[in-house]
């Protein structure tokens, strides 16, 4: 049914128990396909990227691709889970004409991981468990283009477009247990559960994990009961949805109108359903399968997959320092305040302040600059951090000018402002905008003599042990030299003029 009035948000989650389950599946990150050597490249030409395995061709046989097998181990292990002694692939039966086989290869009842757990770290400090219950290995299909339909969807399209250059790409599914206890904070705990998740397949290096191209892509589940205590509800699973604002948004959206369908006494269809980003509404797919409909079996042509323990453990030993250890240690080694950090990972600046860092800057000023002046310009040109025009290495040589004393704060903005013009580099934009401070002390007592010869009151001031005018000596001195004088260095040079 098409609900016309939504429940407040407010007012639905009051009412009602949201309970979430994500399934998150990120394209691995490897030279090859699942099954079969084709290349893998983003953007190539349509069907240039296949091999008779992932046509489907009859009598094409597969072969396992090792290393995505390792790098489904390695994200098994990242999630607190257990490695399978052994497991084996299915077949997951269902006809779409992206998937030329017309069954899906994919892992059903013996997952290569399994019972795990992500803490997840919401934007006031609060944690809360996200417990997995499999993570499995399966290939990605391919892409359908739908030409002249509305908004890209088949319905109304004149004909549709078939690219298998995606087909078999290897892709790992995490696959939640019920999410419980969120309450009203449901959207915020999808957004950081994805987000978390996409920080550490970046983390292990298994994929590039960028949403925008559908690296890494949600399906969200969502039922509402009447209290927690009760059975779960009916839910819905709003599909690809592949933003971290999106996921937030949908689950806020299907928890409105999944109360508003209860409200009328109507009962929410278990189903699939589209996430439409230009108006932040979910609509009706299909009827969701149950995992019998899939008809699964296991797949013949593969033999199991039996990682031995010392192999596993040889990965474990070998994984990176994860996500929430490294914000950790970075905190420490910084000296931020909770709050400070939780501001700065928000941000989106933990790596950008990093990099800084690494280029020479104390913590306290990389941060003074990508969350005080960039920030600014960020909201101001409504970017994100990290898509301005400046890097890292820019900042650092910057802090670099005004620590050496060639240039003030003051002046330093004006050299920002050169850099995200695109003048080049801090010492470029100071040499060629002549921005230095002045330095040589012949030069300032010329200025500083004007200044006194135009404001002889000040020497008498002084004299008699009043020092507060000595700050319009300094001003003066300042508007002459642009703002290029050194204000300390100015202040030492007129008291010993006057005292001489």
């Known amino acids: 049914m098409t609900v016309t009035q939504l429940v407040d948000y407010a007012d639905a989650v009051r009412r009602f128990d949201p309970v979430l389950g994500i399934e998150v599946h990120v394209e691995l990150g490897t030279r090859t396909k699942m099954f079969c050597p084709a290349e893998v490249e983003f953007g190539g030409d349509p069907n240039t990227q296949t091999t008779p395995v992932s046509l489907g061709l009859p009598g094409a046989l597969p072969v396992v691709n090792g290393t995505a097998v390792e790098y489904a181990i390695r994200i098994g292990l990242a999630l607190n889970c257990q490695i399978a002694e052994s497991c084996r692939f299915a077949r997951k039966n269902y006809f779409y004409p992206d998937v030329p086989k017309n069954f899906q290869t994919s892992q059903y009842d013996e997952p290569i991981a399994f019972d795990g757990w992500l803490d997840v770290e919401l934007e006031d400090g609060t944690v809360h468990r996200v417990e997995i219950e499999r993570a499995h290995m399966e290939e990605d299909a391919g892409k359908n283009t739908h030409v002249g339909g509305a908004a890209g969807?088949?319905?109304?399209a004149d004909y549709s477009l078939v690219d298998y250059n995606r087909a078999?790409?290897?892709?790992?599914?995490?696959?939640?247990?019920?999410?419980?206890g969120v309450g009203d904070r449901a959207p915020e705990v999808a957004r950081a559960y994805v987000q978390a998740l996409r920080d550490i397949f970046r983390a292990l290096d298994v994929s590039e994990a960028r949403m925008e191209r559908g690296n890494v892509r949600a399906d969200v589940n969502l039922s509402l009961r009447a209290t927690p205590d009760a059975p779960l509800g009916t839910r819905t699973e709003t599909k690809n949805v592949n933003s971290f604002r999106s996921v937030e948004r949908a689950v806020r959206y299907e928890v409105s109108r999944q109360a508003a369908i209860l409200d009328a006494g109507d009962t929410v269809v278990q189903e699939t359903r589209h996430?439409?980003?230009?108006t932040g509404i979910t609509t009706s797919g299909r009827v969701k399968s149950d995992a019998e409909d899939y008809r699964y079996f296991p797949e013949p042509d593969l033999v199991p997959v039996e990682p031995s323990r010392e192999w596993v453990e040889e990965i474990r030993a070998g994984l990176p320092e994860l996500p929430q250890a490294h914000r950790r240690r970075l905190q420490d080694e910084w000296g931020y305040a909770d709050a400070e950090m939780r501001d700065v990972v928000n941000a989106g600046a933990l790596d950008l302040i990093e990099a800084t860092v690494a280029a020479g800057s104390s913590p306290a000023a990389a941060r003074k600059w990508w969350m005080g002046e960039l920030a600014r310009r960020a909201k101001q040109d409504e970017v994100?951090?990290?898509?301005?025009a400046i890097t890292p290495a820019q900042i650092g040589e910057?802090?670099?000018?005004?620590?050496?004393g060639r240039i003030n704060d003051?002046?330093?903005?004006?050299?920002?402002?050169g850099v995200l013009a695109g003048e080049g580099d801090p010492e470029q934009v100071v040499v060629d905008r002549g921005l230095e401070i002045v330095s040589d002390d012949g030069a300032l007592l010329s200025a500083i003599d004007?200044?006194?010869?135009?404001?002889?009151?000040v020497v008498e001031k002084v004299r008699g042990g009043?020092?507060?005018?000595?700050?319009?000596?300094?001003?003066?001195?300042?508007?002459?030299?642009?703002?290029?004088a050194d204000a300390k260095r100015v202040r030492e040079l007129i008291l010993e003029r006057i005292g001489s």
């Open 410 to 417: 003051k002046i330093a903005r004006q050299v920002l402002d």
């Open 275 to 278: 996430w439409h980003e230009d």
């Open 450 to 457: 004007e200044a006194l010869a135009a404001q002889p009151d």
């Open 168 to 180: 078999g790409i290897p892709l790992v599914e995490i696959v939640t247990k019920p999410i419980t």
């Open 153 to 156: 969807r088949i319905h109304g």
């Open 466 to 484: 009043n020092q507060g005018p000595v700050g319009a000596i300094i001003g003066a001195v300042m508007k002459t030299t642009k703002g290029q």
């Open 384 to 388: 994100e951090l990290a898509d301005l």
């Open 398 to 404: 910057l802090q670099g000018l005004v620590d050496s």
